[in-house]
């Protein structure tokens, strides 16, 4: 009989990788103890060393970042929490946050938003300006600059005071109110901000912002600048694994079909010219930023985040990617 149902669930079911992996059986204390186990041991076998990476010198204040670092959390569906390294630490999200601008964004436009900005993967670095012509400045998608810089007008327009409402957004759906813009970063990468000036200028010459620029702009490094540390970050972002509800309070935050369509930009988009490799490695939707930190959900489950600041030439943490791409090799679990 036993046999029997063995053979059943393989045809039917798929194996069980509990007999195949035991550490990963049921008792939620194993998996407690072999998840924090798998994280070092995934760590321990990197192997990537310190001269392949840089950090993004091209925010002065990101240089001084501490490349060695490391940090790993994941939250479950249950508030159950695993964590290795420097997961408690704080750093600068950069882009990811660009992930929460557009689900505010998108909860005020409804499908409206779509007519200024597209759901197409760029195959452009994250700050191109060269498609942006023939577009007729539309962005391709709202986490390159130009799309994230779309989505901060359009919350320039819906808020009287746009800076302290959407950070009241995010420390609503993360139920952490400590979670801050830091001036700082912000003020660093407005006196270098030239080409997401240049972008800003060219949509609003085709009509597609409706601010000021300055207003937007400051709006767009100030949501950039925000720091969360990787257990704060998996947090925030769990609502999307759970279909749009906020697991701590019950609360929806999005529908379910937005819940879904944020997690299929972000699997197309998330890691702009990379996100093929994103996807092909690791099998789950994922956003990334240039302070070295990848969000990475897998719907129904978890969501987890690693930060590790040497970036490669897309922009993408090395170490992150790396380390998400064995986990999920790992634990045979992915959204595919
Ligand atoms: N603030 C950064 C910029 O505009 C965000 C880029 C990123 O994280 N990919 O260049």
């Known amino acids: 009989m036993a046999v029997f149902f063995s053979f059943f669930q393989t045809i039917f079911?798929?194996?069980?990788?509990?007999?195949i992996y035991p550490e990963f059986a049921s008792s939620q204390h194993r998996t407690a103890m072999n998840y924090n186990k798998l994280f070092s041991k995934i760590y321990n076998?990197?192997?990537?060393?310190e001269d392949?990476?840089?950090?993004?010198?091209y925010i002065p204040e990101l240089q001084n970042v501490n490349t060695t670092k490391f940090g790993v959390h994941l939250t479950t569906l249950k508030d159950h929490h695993y964590?290795?390294?420097?997961?408690?630490?704080?750093?600068?999200?950069?882009?990811?946050?660009?992930?929460?601008?557009l689900v505010l964004a998108y909860k005020l436009e409804d499908e409206k938003l779509w007519e200024r900005v597209g759901?197409?993967?760029?195959?452009?670095?994250?700050?191109s300006l060269v498609q942006l012509e023939y577009d007729r400045g539309i962005p391709r998608n709202p986490l390159i600059n130009a799309g994230a810089l779309v989505i901060s007008d359009i919350l320039v327009s819906h808020f009287e005071e746009p800076k302290k409402q959407f950070i009241e957004f995010v420390r609503k759906i993360s139920g952490i109110q400590e979670i801050d813009y830091s001036s700082r970063i912000a003020d660093s990468e407005k006196s270098v901000g030239f080409t997401n000036a240049a972008l800003i200028n060219l949509m609003k010459s085709f009509g597609n912002i409706?601010?000021?620029?300055?207003?937007?702009?400051?709006?767009?490094?100030?949501?950039?600048?925000?720091?969360?540390?990787?257990?704060?970050?998996s947090r925030t972002f769990l609502f999307l694994a759970d279909y749009g509800v906020c697991p701590y309070t019950k609360e929806r935050i999005i529908s379910t079909s937005k819940s879904k369509r944020i997690n299929a930009i972000m699997q197309l988009c998330g890691f702009y010219d990379e996100a093929g490799e994103f996807s092909f490695k690791v099998g789950l939707p994922g956003k990334s930023g240039v302070g070295g930190g990848i969000i990475a959900i897998h719907p129904n489950k978890y969501s987890i985040a690693v930060w590790s600041p040497l970036l490669n030439k897309k922009g993408?943490?090395?170490?992150?990617?790396?380390?998400?791409?064995?986990?999920?090799?790992?634990?045979?679990a992915s959204i595919f």
């Open 13 to 19: 079911v798929g194996p069980d990788y509990r007999n």
């Open 45 to 49: 076998g990197l192997e990537i060393s």
């Open 52 to 57: 392949q990476g840089k950090v993004a010198s």
């Open 83 to 101: 964590s290795f390294g420097d997961s408690d630490e704080k750093f600068s999200v950069q882009s990811i946050a660009k992930v929460l601008a």
């Open 119 to 127: 759901v197409e993967p760029s195959g452009t670095p994250f700050n």
């Open 210 to 233: 409706r601010n000021d620029i300055d207003d937007v702009l400051d709006f767009y490094f100030n949501l950039c600048s925000i720091e969360m540390t990787c257990k704060e970050l």
């Open 316 to 332: 993408n943490s090395i170490r992150g990617m790396k380390f998400l791409e064995l986990f999920t090799t790992e634990t045979q």
